[in-house]
Structure formats: C-alpha cells, structure tokens
C-alpha cells in the first residue's frame, strides 16, 4: 500500500519451508479417507517469509503484509474480514500476536502458484512459523504443521489434506502415516548420499502451463469416495503406492520407485479420468520415449498443475526430454528443484 512509512526495523525474522512433489498415497490424507498412507518430498524452491518488527510508540498493532508475488503491498484491517489474501490474514488471525506490534509480512515464492506442489502449505508453514517467534513459547514442526492445516480447513473451510504441511514442516523424504484424521506420524526416510544425489539428478517437476484449479471433478471424486467409505479399493490402490515407494529408496531401486509412481497416477486416472489432464497425458508419453522410469501428477490432479518425472540413468536423454517438453508446448516449464535437507527454518536476524 503506498503511503505506508516505516522506520528501520528492530529486528527482522526470516523464515522458509520447502514444497511438495511425489505425493504418493495423495487422496488418503483426508477427512473421508479417514486413514492414509502417504510419501512425498520436499523440494526448493521454497516458500519464504520475512517478517520486520518496527519500533511503535503510540502502541497502536499495525500489520502490513506484502505479497510480493502479486505485486501486493496493504494494511490488515481486522474488521475486514479476510478480503485480499484471506490465507495469509487468517494465519495471522490464528496465530493471536501481541497487542501493539507494528510489522511488515514479505512473503515470496518461486514456485507458481496453482503449481499443485502444496506451495500454499509451504506459505501458511513459514508464515506461522515466523509468527511464532512473536509470542510465548516455541511450537514443534508438527505442532506448525497442524495449525497451518487448520486454518486451511477449519478457518477457511477449504478442502485440505494433512500430507503438504506436515512435508513442509519436516523437509526431506517423508514417510506419513494417518492413523486417524488428522492425526500421524512422519517418519523421515534417511538414505546414503549416493542414493540422494542420484534421486535428486534424475527427477525432474514440469510445470504444466496453467494454474490447478479445484473443479467439479474434485467434488464429485470426493462424493464418490466419501460414499464408498474409507476402507474402499480406490483408496487402498493409492495407500499402497506409498509404501512401496518407501521400500524402494530403502534399497536404492529407482525401477520400482519409477513403477510406484506410475502406478499412483493410473490409481489417480480410476478415481477419474479427468484427473490426468490432456496436458499431463502428453507430457507423460514424451517422458516415456525419453526412457524415464516414472510419472506423478502431482497433488490431487485434475486441470493444470504439474508433473514429477523420475529418468533413467542417462543424464543427456533426461535433458533431451526437457527440451523437447519444453518445445511440445511454450506453455510447459521446468522448474529446477532441489531436494531439502531441512523443512521449517526460522531464525532472527
């Protein structure tokens, strides 16, 4: 919002978590899946927050947030409720700061919004992570993850998984078991070096051209799921995507996590068609003639979003893919990634 001045700040606290690719299992991480099994990994780029504390006599709360994405720059007006970036302001809302703090939110990502990569997690992650340094006591990664889930879903009443925050929060390769919506564990998966470096050289995540958005499709699958009941073949075919996928990067067997993955998007294409859009299905046949060993759409799938590509051992036929994705349609877009080592990071500067 121009106009707003500000004096230097105090303090400034810095925050980022990473996004989501290879959601195996994605779907039973819900409330009507009512228990899940589910492997994805975290990635960079990374969401990030900046949030600087401003000196403030009169005692007056002042937040500002700049979404600098969209070229946003404006005052939380607390009577307004929610009305430019209700995520973001919900997530303030929630997180119950301070009286009298004069701050300016900064959040970025290099991600593209709608990229179906769980980016808007990763957001509500960092943001209430930062937030946290405001206020008594320190919340634990899970604790971060579950807060951001519920303003998703509670606050805000959005259809929200568990499976994004909780891969933001914790970073790596993760192995995520709901026992009972929205309650799980997450068992990171530590592997030898080799066996990162190489997972990391050979997957690639293609942007398809166009933001994801939730449809009519997503509503139907949900009914038709909600109404089978949680125990369903649908949604078992995709639980077991996920620990197979687990066991493979335990052996180091890229084949068969290649395989699992394949498996999870035809899984995904049963629940409907729909689901693997005419963009992805091209971008699926052109990784396979490039050899690559394995395919997810990413998130829940439907119109837009992106792909993760798992190559074989050639390094030039997975760059010869990219290239020729990237002539197929001016749309498509890689996006360099990079696998997360840490997920939340917060520190003060």
């Known amino acids: 919002m121009e106009g707003v001045d500000l004096d230097s700040p105090l303090f400034i606290i810095n925050s980022v978590a990473p996004i989501r690719i290879c959601d195996n299992g994605g779907w039973t991480d819900t409330w009507f899946a009512g228990h899940g099994q589910i492997f994805n990994i975290g990635v960079y780029p990374y969401a990030e927050v900046q949030i600087a504390v401003y000196p403030n006599d009169d005692r007056t709360s002042q937040i500002i947030i700049n979404a600098e994405n969209y070229g946003q720059r404006y005052v939380v007006i607390p009577e307004k409720h929610w009305d430019k970036h209700p995520l973001l302001e919900a997530a303030i809302e929630y997180m119950r700061l301070p009286p009298g703090l004069c701050l300016e939110v900064t959040i970025f990502s290099e991600a593209p919004g709608g990229a179906s990569t769980g980016t808007s997690a990763a957001v509500t992650v960092a943001l209430v992570g930062g937030l946290d340094m405001l206020t008594p006591g320190r919340m634990t990664p899970h604790e971060v993850a579950s807060a951001a889930q519920k303003i998703e879903a509670e606050m805000l009443g959005q259809q929200s998984g568990i499976q994004d925050q909780l891969c933001s929060a914790y970073g790596g390769i993760n192995f995520i078991e709901m026992f009972k919506y929205p309650h799980a564990s997450v068992s990171p998966i530590q592997i030898p070096n080799a066996t990162w470096w190489e997972l990391e050289r050979r997957l690639s995540l293609v942007y398809l051209g166009k933001s994801h958005r939730s449809s009519d ?68 046949e052109i990784a396979r003639a490039h050899g690559a060993l394995g395919w997810k759409v990413n998130g829940a799938g439907g119109d837009g979003g992106s792909l993760t590509i798992l190559s074989d051992v050639s390094a030039s036929a997975k760059r010869a893919m990219l290239s020729t994705l990237e002539q197929e349609n001016p749309l498509f877009k890689n996006i360099p990634i990079y696998l997360s080592r840490y997920g939340l990071r917060v520190w003060k500067q």
């Open 217 to 284: 499709v997503h509503e139907m699958v949900i009914r038709s799921l909600e109404n089978a009941g949680p125990d369903c073949r649908q949604l078992n075919d995709l639980r077991t995507t996920a620990t197979k996928s687990r066991d493979a990067l335990y052996a180091s067997d890229f084949v068969a996590l290649g395989a699992a993955m394949i498996e999870n998007t035809e899984a995904q294409s049963r629940l409907s068609p729909a689901l693997i859009s005419p963009e992805a299905a091209r971008a699926i």
